[in-house]
């Protein structure tokens, strides 16, 4: 048997083959080697990841070599998004994900986020974080202590709040202004908030 170093795109590969073969494998190597420097030029040019969505696990470290605008993670087994410190994130998606908690709240406030959305499994108690984002579009389940000055004051569209407990809560002129869409469940409002609505562009409502 024959021993002869083939290069496939910079890498050279120790292989074998049968005496006489040598200069046929070595022109069927060059021919792989055309072909695979032309796939990795072409995987260069591959615009990047526009949506992910995973689903389980519970180590997503190796997303941090990865750039996307928009992730949905579903049942997380983990208790960190690390992995998504200071990305390009613009649209997250959380749900069935028991351990995340007030924890993620500093990685949250690193994005550049437009669309949050975050179901009753992740146990964040604190929300106030959400004045500092220029969000979009917001949709949380959260408990009584929720306030108004938590929420961005002018750049909300789609606002859905769902509460564990029934309480009160009125959105102020200015936030209600420029919402088009409005669902709020479990939540007591009074006649001011109907007044409010009079002035603003919402299309869709729903008091559920």
Known sequence: MAQITITINSREYAIACEDGQELHIMQLSR?????????????????????????????????????????????FKGSSIDFLYKKTVQKLIIKHSPNLNDKIILCLKSLPLKHLEIDRSVKITDFSFLRDLKLEVLKIFTGKNFQKEYLPHSELRILHITAGTVFSFLLSEQQIKNLNELVLTNVSIDEKFYHLLSGSTIKQLALQ
């Open 31 to 75: 021919m792989l080697d055309e072909k695979a420097k032309l796939f990795f030029q072409i995987s260069q040019k591959i615009p990047q990841i526009k949506h992910l969505k995973i689903t389980g696990g519970k180590n997503l470290n190796f997303l941090k070599s990865y750039n996307f605008s928009s992730i949905e993670i579903v049942s």
